[in-house]
């Protein structure tokens, strides 16, 4: 009866685990034009350093030898660091643009016309998020390796400001600044990847579908710069 609560016991230990992680993401930025212009000359800052804390639950252990596969649930709170960007941005392709003067054109990626009407934007922000997801798992050995999918819910945080580096026809007098700030809120989102562990670490991957829906923000129409996230982590599950 004692060695059937000591593995009972043993059991109910890994059934609940905590994990923590740390390694980079790299962001996938919007499209062409918003926030910075690719034929423009411009810097981004899309690798970042990020860590996760969570829990994991072994919902089912895999059986050595068996095609069926064990099952875990992840509960995880991830921070992806900061994403920046700066560009010079000329006016976008538009009647009024073209009539007047010259515009960026994102097929061709240059300006068409005269350029001369750029402003300077500086803009940046980050991403925080808390995922569940379900991973069936397979182990052989020592070794552990899980594919995971699930929901996600993504927190937008955006800022952004452009910089008349000179007077303008459309944007004022030089030195004017304009800012744009998104409403921080979360939004729903969507995660995959997969994992490789032996004993307590583990290395996972992942990609975060992070499509904005909601775009308000101080300046009107105020999107992130990412549509989704690269993440790479070293885990440690105890």
Known sequence: MSLGCAAASAHAES????????????????P??????????????????????????????????????????HLS???????????????????????????????TKRCEGNCQDVRYFNSGG???????TAEPYWTRGAWRFGVEAGPALFRVQWNATATNPTNTTFWGPQGRTET????????????????????????????????QHNFAGTGGYVPAGWRGAHVLTLNYTF
């Open 77 to 107: 709170y991830m921070d992806l660091g900061y994403l920046g960007m700066s560009s010079p941005a000329a006016p976008d392709k538009d009647p009024y643009y073209t009539a007047n003067g010259g515009y960026y054109d994102p097929v």
């Open 180 to 211: 744009f700030t998104a409403t921080p809120h979360w939004e729903v989102g969507a995660i995959a990847g997969v994992s490789v562990g032996r004993g307590p670490f583990s290395v996972r991957y992942n990609y975060v579908f992070a499509k």
């Open 126 to 132: 980050r991403m925080r998020l808390i995922a569940l």
């Open 15 to 30: 059934f609940f685990q905590v994990e923590a992680g740390v390694g980079m993401a790299h962001y996938a930025t919007g």
């Open 32 to 73: 062409d034009s918003e926030w910075y212009q690719q034929g423009m000359t411009h810097s981004l800052r899309t690798n970042t350093p990020a860590w996760r804390v969570g829990v994991q639950l072994n919902a089912i252990d895999h059986r050595p030898g068996s095609y069926v596969p064990g099952l875990a649930f």
